[in-house]
């Protein structure tokens, strides 16, 4: 079964820093999404992006954030100065509407621990 | 978007079928019912998505009646593998919004 691929799984970085997630999505979807969870908290919505450009976007996705999509594959999240509290679990996901219904979904990686130190 | 309500948790013995229900009151007409599964540190996955009547994929069955206020999902059969968080979820475009889910625990 396709899968969603996130890198790395862990990454602790210093507040004030940078950092990029990155998401190789499923190869013919074209529709893509990041969402993060805090820990022990709902899995909140950030962005999506179809057609190399953002669709919609939360409050939380703000001008800290940004999305890219560089190339042909890979999907990447960047928090410019990383806060304490954007320490979170941050999935990505990506989606294809070429199924039948009942089996269309999201497909979602298995997310980066980010923590904020 | 539509809210939606569902049991925090519920328990179950291994062979059993599990129906979760959730209420959805305020669905709209374009929206969709969703079912997704998280088990701890991982993404959630997709389980089911249906409109209205029955929808049967390889891992779940999905219940709407015609009022749509409400779904079941249905889970045959289960083993100590299902337990996880169970969300549903109205889908309106392109956003899923997530629940706090309910925490299915399948014992031996």
């Known amino acids: 079964e396709p899968e969603v691929t996130q890198t790395p799984s862990h990454q602790v970085t210093q507040m004030g820093q940078e950092v990029i997630l990155r998401c190789v999505p499923i190869?013919?979807?074209?529709?893509f999404y990041w969402y993060r969870q805090i820990l022990g908290q709902k899995v909140e919505f950030l962005v999506s992006f179809y057609n190399n450009e953002i669709s919609e976007k939360s409050e939380i996705f703000d001008d800290q954030f940004s999305v890219e999509r560089p190339d042909g594959s890979n999907f990447t999240l960047k928090i410019r100065s990383t806060k304490l509290e954007d320490s979170a679990m941050y999935f990505c996901a990506s989606n294809s509407y070429d199924r039948p219904i009942a089996n269309y979904g999201y497909t979602f990686g298995s997310g980066t621990r980010l923590t904020v130190v | 978007l539509a809210k939606t309500t569902q049991p925090i948790s519920m328990d179950s013995y291994e062979g059993q079928e599990v129906n979760i229900t959730c209420s959805h009151n305020?669905?709209?007409?374009?929206?969709?019912i969703t079912w997704y599964q998280q088990f701890p540190s991982q993404g959630p996955r997709f389980i089911i998505q249906g409109y209205k009547t029955k929808v049967t994929n390889e891992v779940a069955s999905l219940f709407i009646p015609a009022d749509r206020k409400s779904s079941t999902l249905s889970l045959p059969r289960v083993s100590l593998s299902d337990t996880a968080v169970y969300y549903c979820?109205?889908?309106?475009?392109?956003?899923?919004?997530f629940g706090t889910g309910t925490r299915l625990q399948v014992f031996p």
């Open positions: 979820l109205v889908v309106k475009a392109d956003k899923l919004i």
């Open positions: 305020n669905i709209a007409t374009n929206d969709y």
């Open positions: 190869s013919n979807h074209l529709y």
